[in-house]
């Protein structure tokens, strides 16, 4: 294969000895970096904020640089740990301990992030929402993990089905509340009541810190559970992915209601005590290299459907800002496209990185290092202190350049623990001490990892993760609809669009008007990312003879494609 190399970049980049780090690093080595590793006191918001704000020379240093359409705002690291503080006395005085699920449902701003860190500073696991879940959505995930407490802005309240939400004692407002009852509890004034003092819950490693709801292909969104020892590898891969300086000015552009937007919108560049930038609101370009431009941002974590798209606003647009101060991209989520990376050198100079790592890993485990080359197309190697291969279903390795399940051995830091309420699905995940990802890939020689695809029927929409079983439960619920098959068309710009084949009831005519009322159904209902772009009629879903939709073979017939194996379908 004639494969197009890379090189480095001039500069000074973290990790420069990966070959001899794979071969001599042990995650114990990473302990030093931490307090809890003298002090024997753990605490996530200890290590990202706290220990901070302590140091003289780090506690004035912005922390956060917060600028939505509407508003901007910096906040110090000893102003953040103080104004969490206050959050943790406020959730205290509700009886929240240690263990509780306390979920936040609002968009990016300054209180969300005090809100999250008062959430774990009571040891208590924090549960984002994205802020475009509809209440079916936030209905699921509140219920599975009987959260006592919601923070949420009282536009979204709306899609708060308290009725249905039995262990929910107390709804947190962030924002003017038209409600004078005592109902809800006033985010603002409870704030300002609150001392700025709080003794920290000292945990355990593995005590629980967040739940990330995510999609598989069959049932409700599973809550993937993470612990507080997931920071070792989030400061681990803040160093040698992020290639994070202590003067860098930090941009993941991810919401915190994905893990991206918590591993490394929170986390990894908190751990380092670097300012991050948090942007609000919907992108356009001219806001993308705007912010870049604004905060002379340094460092860029992104994802491919985002750099696509300025892909498709062309270079000349670039050229009207001075990204000068932009050092090192990054990009997760998705296959990122070379012809992406070969943009990317032509319009910013730099090598844009690919990373791969899914929610239930919690980290970066496949990367291109900025020390290393990249082969434009593969997702990289995998970090120091992490064992990456290729196995077959029974879980044996597969040799070089053959396909087949990626897998890790488990055990790395930020693994998750758990699939709230469900243990024999976080079972399944494991073959022969492998954790089985669900995606297809093969490593070549040199230990370069090429994603092929998904094994299941998971769609990848724009970089977010959707279960078809969701989508085509929303359909049914629809009138109109009888059954519903939904699956993920290839898209040259948003990777997958979601595609649903539907039968309509006997009393139903198909028309455009139907067709797009049961696509605001579910866009309304449950999310719009999840709504599908296409629908189409049919008299029958193919379904094997046990009932299950036979989505393959509807992709098949989308993409003309050879059916394989149909011995299963009903008759
Ligand atoms: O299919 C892979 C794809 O996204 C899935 C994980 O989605 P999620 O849990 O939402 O996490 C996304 C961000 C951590 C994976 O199973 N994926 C993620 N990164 C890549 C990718 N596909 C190709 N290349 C990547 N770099």
């Not at 079972?427 to 995606?439: A, L, P, R, T």
């Not at 455009?512 to 159904?521: G, P």
């Not at 046990?546 to 989308?558: F, N, P, Q, T, V």
Request: some cysteine; hydrophobic content about 35%.
């Amino acid at each position: 294969m004639d494969m197009q190399v890379i090189p480095v970049k001039k500069g000074d980049f973290n990790l420069k000895d990966y070959d001899r780090m794979r071969e001599t690093f042990s995650w114990d080595d990473m302990k030093q970096y931490f307090t809890w590793n003298h002090t024997g006191k753990v605490n996530m918001a200890y290590e990202a904020l706290d220990r901070h704000a302590e140091d003289p020379n780090k506690k004035d240093k912005i922390a956060l640089l917060y600028s939505a359409p509407d508003r901007e705002e910096k906040v110090t690291f000893g102003e953040l740990s103080k104004e969490s503080n206050k959050f943790a006395n406020i959730l205290k005085n509700y009886g929240i301990v240690k263990g509780d699920r306390v979920f936040l449902f609002m968009p990016r701003s300054p209180e969300f992030y005090k809100a999250f860190f008062g959430i774990l500073k009571i040891g208590a696991v924090a549960g984002p929402l994205f802020e475009a879940f509809m209440e079916q959505a936030v209905r699921d995930r509140l219920q599975d993990s009987e959260a006592r407490v919601l923070i949420t802005t009282p536009e979204l309240l709306e899609r708060v089905p308290q009725e249905d939400l039995p262990d929910l004692e107390n709804i947190i407002i962030v924002g003017d509340l038209k409600d004078e009852s005592d109902k809800y509890i006033d985010f603002k004034k409870e704030m300002e009541a609150a001392s700025d003092e709080f003794e920290i819950e000292w945990v355990d490693l593995e005590d629980g810190m967040l739940l990330h709801y995510t999609s598989g292909s069959t049932g409700k969104p599973k809550g993937v559970y993470h612990v507080h020892n997931a920071m070792i590898q989030h400061y681990a891969t803040g160093e040698w992915v992020l290639d994070l300086k202590e003067d860098d000015i930090y941009w993941c552009t991810a919401d915190p209601g994905w893990v991206t937007g918590t591993s490394y919108g929170i986390f990894a560049p908190w751990l380092h005590g670097v300012t991050n930038v948090i942007r609000g609101g919907r992108f356009t370009p001219d806001d993308w290299y705007q912010t870049l431009e604004k905060y002379g941002v340094t460092v860029w974590y992104t994802a491919p459907t985002a750099l696509r798209m300025l892909v498709s606003h062309g270079e000349d647009k670039v050229k009207n800002y001075d990204l000068s101060s932009l050092r090192h991209i990054m990009s997760v989520g998705e296959p990122l496209n070379p012809e992406v990376i070969t943009w990317g050198i032509k319009a910013f100079n730099l090598r844009i990185h690919d990373t791969w790592w899914m929610t239930e890993t919690g980290a970066q485990l496949i990367v291109n290092i900025p020390a290393l080359e990249v082969r434009p197309g593969s997702m990289g190697k995998p970090i120091p202190g992490v064992e990456a291969s290729i196995v077959d279903n029974e879980g044996n390795e597969l040799p070089p350049n053959q396909m087949g399940n990626l897998a890790i051995k488990a055990g790395w830091p930020s693994m998750m623990r758990a699939i709230w309420n469900n243990p024999s699905k976080y079972e399944s995940y494991f073959i022969n001490g492998w954790y089985v990802s669900g995606d297809s890939a093969y490593r070549d020689e040199d230990g370069y990892f090429w994603f092929q695809g998904r094994l299941d029927d998971v769609i990848n929409t724009s970089g977010e993760r959707v279960g078809p079983f969701e989508v085509e439960s929303k359909l049914i619920e629809h009138p109109a609809v009888a059954e519903a098959g939904v699956i993920g068309k290839p898209h040259p710009e948003r990777g997958e669009i979601i595609k649903a084949f539907i039968t309509l009831n006997a009393e139903y005519e198909e028309s455009e008007e139907l067709l797009e009322e049961i696509r605001q159904f579910v866009k309304t209902g449950l999310s719009a990312h999840a709504a599908p772009r296409e629908i189409e009629v049919r008299d029958s879903i193919p379904k094997t003879r046990s009932g299950k939709i036979m989505r393959r073979l509807l992709k098949s017939w989308e993409l003309g494609l050879p059916t394989g194996d149909t011995s299963t379908l009903e008759e």
